[in-house]
């Protein structure tokens, strides 16, 4: 089972930043934070991850609490192609080699006009 | 760099028939992932692959099946199939090692059993 929540569905205005969340209450020491993305009939994208600090790169940012037990997805500029099912996903690092991603329903991004 | 490529991209069975599903993974990555994605259950794992032996395996009965080859390339079987194995099937790759492990995805093969 996942070991994340994510709320069903979330609407942006086109251009405005899109705030997706994920709570991961139990999420432990050495398991990071994934986000991925999938695009109707695409496979899924790999958009970002991280432990416990927070993770910028070209298409997002990732937010992650002190406790680490939530985390959010930060779309500065959200455009209609990003209008997606976003996944986050926790999973084993380190010498846990590559673990298996466990998807759950994710969030469907709807962007908007 | 190319991406992750399958084959075939679409696919047409009967019921009891079997069916061979090819993925190429990036240049230079190892590990190949398998999910099944269906509507009703979303994305699961299949198995994983790694330097030519399996090294994860999802909860899928017997019928599923996989195997690399020393190019990293892979394959996946589904033997006896049934409507229920109708799905998009997806290939990811990854370095493998525990600091890569971002999984690339294909575009997927979509099976449909009749």
């Known amino acids: 089972d996942a070991k994340t929540t994510q709320p069903p569905s979330m609407d942006c205005a086109e251009g405005r930043a899109a705030n997706l969340p994920c709570n991961h209450s139990?999420?432990?020491?050495?398991?990071?934070v994934y986000w991925y993305r999938q695009i109707h009939s695409q496979g899924p994208q790999y958009i970002i991850h991280?432990?416990?600090n927070n993770e910028t790169n070209e298409m997002a940012s990732l937010i992650i609490t002190e406790d680490r037990k939530s985390s959010t997805l930060i779309l500065p500029h959200a455009t209609l192609r990003d209008t997606a099912v976003y996944y986050c996903?926790?999973?084993?690092?380190?010498?846990?080699?590559?673990?298996?991603?466990?998807f759950g329903k994710g969030t469907r991004l709807s962007v908007i006009a | 760099k190319a991406g992750v490529t399958q084959t075939p991209r679409y696919l047409i069975k009967t019921r009891g028939q079997q069916v061979t599903l090819s993925c190429s993974p990036i240049s230079g990555h190892r590990s190949v992932s398998w999910y099944q994605q269906t509507p009703g259950q979303g994305l699961q794992f299949l198995f994983e692959y790694f330097s030519e032996t399996q090294r994860n395996k999802g909860n899928f009965p017997g019928r599923f099946s996989g195997r690399q080859f020393s190019n990293s390339r892979s394959e996946m079987n589904v033997s006896t199939l049934e409507l229920g194995d109708s799905a998009l099937y997806l290939c990811a790759s990854s370095f493998g090692g525990s600091l890569y492990n971002e999984q690339f995805f294909g575009p997927g093969t979509r099976l449909t059993v009749l």
């Open positions: 991280g432990l416990k």
């Open positions: 139990t999420i432990s020491g050495n398991e990071y």
């Open positions: 996903i926790v999973r084993g690092g380190g010498n846990s080699g590559n673990t298996p991603l466990v």
